[in-house]
């Protein structure tokens, strides 16, 4: 199957920063990505659709000018957390969309302290 | 909007026994996809099996099978032959055909798999 890459794995950042992940489809183009965030024991929550050329498209609840995301190329989306606080942290994942399937990101582990 | 739910917080299942997972979801769409997910300790989401909504064949894949019935909206998940790989986090998840063919997932099944 197709794959996507995340980086980094993992982060830990002060309470203030703003981090940047990045979500690449190493095989495939991708005109769609999406970001999920998931809380301990909880399921995928949709934040955002990235399109690749035009603005993202948050879900309801999201602040688009915390979550900043870039879709700049079809194989390359990416989200930042702007003035990240603890209890941003979470994990992050990211999905492309294929032909027939989404195919998921290994995520990332956000920790602000 | 399409909300999916499953019932069930937790299973375990012995080894080599089989096990079924329940699905609910609601729409209005005819025309959708439906998934089980599966996502191990290592957080990595795993596709196990997919089901067009227009194909009335239950679909299988080796040892995971579903038991999809439309009108119902019921989409449940069964293991056979159950393994100690198969203990892990199981999705349920919707996708629209259309649009941005978002997915929607449930809550999560937490199977454990007793040796």
């Known amino acids: 199957g197709a794959v996507v890459s995340q980086h980094p794995s993992w982060v830990i950042c002060k309470s203030g920063t703003s981090v940047k992940i990045e979500c690449r489809s190493l095989?495939?183009?991708?005109?769609?990505m999406f970001w999920y965030r998931q809380f301990p024991k909880q399921s995928l929550m949709l934040m955002a659709t990235?399109?690749?050329?035009?603005?993202?498209?948050?879900e309801q609840g999201v602040e688009k000018d915390k979550f900043l995301i870039n879709h700049a190329s079809l194989t390359l989306s990416t989200l930042t957390v702007t003035s990240a606080h603890p209890e941003d942290s979470s994990f992050y994942i990211c999905s492309a969309r294929g032909r027939d399937e989404q195919f998921f990101g290994p995520g990332t582990r956000l920790t602000v302290l | 909007a399409q909300t999916v739910t499953q019932s069930q917080p937790e299973m375990s299942v012995q080894e080599a026994e089989t096990v079924t997972l329940s699905c609910t979801y609601d729409?209005?769409?005819?025309?959708?996809?439906l998934f089980w997910y599966k996502q191990p300790p290592s957080r990595q989401m795993i596709l196990v099996i997919r089901q067009e909504a227009y194909k009335q064949q239950n679909a299988t894949e080796n040892r995971f099978s579903v038991n999809f019935q439309k009108a119902a909206k019921s989409f449940s998940l069964k293991i056979s032959d159950s393994q100690l790989g198969d203990a892990a986090m199981y999705f349920c998840?919707?996708?629209?055909?259309?649009?941005?063919?978002?997915?929607?997932f449930g809550t999560g099944t937490k199977l454990q798999v007793i040796p």
């Open positions: 990235s399109n690749e050329g035009s603005k993202a498209t948050y």
């Open positions: 729409t209005s769409e005819s025309d959708y996809y």
């Open positions: 095989d495939f183009q991708a005109t769609t």
């Open positions: 998840a919707y996708r629209s055909s259309g649009g941005y063919q978002k997915v929607t």
